[in-house]
Structure formats: C-alpha cells, structure tokens
C-alpha cells in the first residue's frame, strides 16, 4: 500500500497522473471527495470492484455510487430523459449539498454496480480534486465509504492498516471538508415519482 500525501488544493500535474494511472490499471484507491473519505476504483472493471467489497467486508448486493466528471459522462451511461434532466440541473446546480440520483443505466458497465431494476447511483462531484482527476481518467469511477460494512466511517487514515485484512493499492492523504457528510441519495428513474433514499 503506497501513500501519497499532498494539500487538497495543492496538488502537482505528476501527481494526479500517478494517482490516474493506479485507477486506470485497475488499482482500489482510497482517496477523498467532496463529502468523506472514499475508496474506489474504475466503475469498468469488475476485478477492483470485487476487491473492494472484500476490503470493506460488503455484500455485492449494496451498489457503490457512480462519479462522473460531467453531464456528458451521465447522457453517456445513463438514461436521462428531458424532465430528468432539467431536474438533475436543478439539485445538482443549485444545491449546495452534495446529491446522488439514480438513473436507469445504459448497460456500459458491470451489472455490479446495477441494482435489481437496472438503475445505478450516480453524482457529478463538487470537489476540484476529483472533478480534475475524472477529467484525466475519463471513465466513471465508483465511490463507496471508507469503513468496513456497517461500521464507523475511518476518518483517520493512518487507522487503514488496523482496520482492513486486505489493504487498498494506494491512499491518498490530503484534507476533506469536515463540514460534510454522506450525499443525500434520490431516486429519480420514474420522475413522476421521486423517491428520497437518504436526506
């Protein structure tokens, strides 16, 4: 497990693309976003996705949540009709908390992360850290908290080695608004009939 340390905001051209390149070589990577500390990998390959849910001891049947860098990503993966899209525009815009909606996929990516209906949890994230790393990774990314299932949430990092059996591929160690909490989560795959999962 490498660490990798650096202000949120100040962060170097060389090591975003070392920190791309984990993800991109299918690496579970421990990282923070613009709620809490994440642990994730690239949403395309199941093998990480898999490795991930043994580290945090979770069942498959729990879905991560889906980052993408934009509105274009979303289209992309997901079906997104006019009234869904003008409401996505409205929560994810002028919202100030962090929202995940889900959407009805495409089929792009692994059936893991699809729930029974073929929805998939998905938020376009507020953070510059991860906005810019999307950007270079170019592909959806799954985020999930970091703890072991059902547990406390780790928001010391240097506490990573004691809790997990299995240790991700590479932490990255810079600072998280601790005024945040976990994304509110809604269901929108039948806009007629919004469903809150999570406030």
Not at 7 to 28: G, M, P, W
Not at 43 to 65: D, F, N, Q, T, W
Not at 102 to 131: H, Q, T, W
Not at 179 to 191: L, M, R
């Amino acid at each position: 497990m490498k660490c990798l340390k650096f202000d949120n905001d100040k962060y170097t051209v060389n090591q975003l693309d070392e920190i791309v390149d984990y993800f991109l070589c299918n690496k579970v990577v421990v990282y923070p976003t613009d709620t809490i500390y994440g642990i994730g990998c690239l949403a395309g390959s199941e093998r990480a996705i898999k490795k991930v849910y043994k580290i945090k001891k979770r069942c498959l049947c729990k879905k991560p949540i889906l980052l993408m860098r934009d509105f274009d990503m979303v289209y992309k993966y997901c079906e997104v009709s006019k009234k869904q899209n003008q409401y996505l525009k409205k929560v994810w815009t002028s919202n100030k908390k962090a929202v995940t909606v889900i959407l009805k996929s495409k089929g792009l990516l692994p059936s893991l992360v699809e729930n029974k209906d073929g929805g998939v949890a998905v938020r376009i994230p507020k953070n510059k850290f991860v906005l810019d790393l999307l950007k270079k990774i170019n592909k959806p990314i799954i985020s999930t908290s970091l703890n072991i299932a059902d547990e406390p949430l780790i928001e010391d990092l240097n506490d990573i080695k004691e809790k997990f059996k299995i240790l991700p591929d590479l932490v990255v160690c810079a600072q998280i608004n601790k005024n945040e909490t976990v994304s509110s989560v809604i269901d929108i795959t039948n806009i007629k009939n919004i469903r809150i999962l999570r406030k």
